[in-house]
């Protein structure tokens, strides 16, 4: 074998990598001329075979010929490289003629706007807002509250029980408890949160929000209280409407009253809002609170409800679809 094989190897490979136009030709050219089944390695399995006089010499050949070839490779891969980059700079230009991207941004959850109303209004009147556990133990969910565990009331509760004292409690009213336990009067508070009870249709969903409100002071009476939610609700259905006050029960509250809204373009509507009452003095003595001195009103408010009936949305269960389409409309 003589040295001419593997100079024209170079020129082959050098014409080769001058025609190549993008990295993966040349990587391609790389492999057939240096890897290591390539050109330049097939040539080193054939030293053995040639003659002892040749052989040093083929050898560093072949060693420069990989060099030069390497070289040549590293050359067009910097220019294809920089051309690249040109490239790029040329078509990657920004039209700022084109219109914008518009970034869409949210809105409050209608359920968590009208918590914010509702709070407004209700500090306005020096309420301030406390928290309870969802988490609530049977004695501040029912039995503090006048409903032992016979009573008939407990059943409308469709009660989530964790075991026999842990349940996700069923309305906001134990936070009234928790109030009274931790404060002395007199005592202005509302709170708001999440209530859970087993039921699924177009008007209930196992998880819903109340609003619980609690006075306890030297001269509340039911006058007061109703002035109080009639203020509240004419303010915040702005709408024309009409209230009605009507006797109900509640284990906790005596008297007992609940408040029914109609429409004015819906005559013979009634529907039913807000309970409230009284809070029952058996209540306050089982929380120390002076009778003689002290009575109290409490209410408590479905904030679905209130929203539904402002809104004219006649499905509770909208609210928790996370329907944009839906949510979109409160923007
Ligand atoms: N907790 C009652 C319910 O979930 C609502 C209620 C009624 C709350 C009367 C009160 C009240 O504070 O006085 O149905």
Known sequence: MSLDPVKKLVILAKSNIMQSNNMDALEAIRIKFLGKKGYLNQHIKNLNDTSLDIKPKLGA???????????LLIERKNILQSKNIKNTLITDTLDVTLPGRLSDIGTHHPITSTIKRM????????????????????????????????????????????????????HTSGVQIRAMINKTPPIRIISFGRVYRKDYDQHHTPMFHQMEGLIVDS???????????????????????????????????????????????????WLELLGCGMVHPKILHHVDIDTEKFSGFAFGIGIERLTMLQYNIDDIRVFFKNDLQFLDQFK
């Open 61 to 71: 050949a072949i060693n420069q010929a990989k060099e030069d070839i390497y070289t």
């Open 119 to 170: 709070k407004i209004f209700f500090n306005t009147l020096g309420f301030s807002v406390i928290h309870g556990p969802e988490i609530e133990d049977d004695y501040f969910n029912f039995d503090a509250l006048n409903i032992s565990k016979y009573h008939p009331s407990r059943d409308e509760h469709d009660t989530f029980w964790f075991d026999e004292k842990r349940l996700l409690r069923t």
């Open 219 to 269: 001269n509340v009476n039911f006058s007061y209280l109703k002035k109080i939610l009639y203020d509240f609700l004419y303010n915040f259905f702005e709408t024309d409407i009409i209230l009605r006050f009507r006797p109900s029960y509640f284990p906790f509250t005596e008297p007992s009253a609940e408040i029914d809204v109609m429409k004015k373009q819906e005559t013979g509507n």
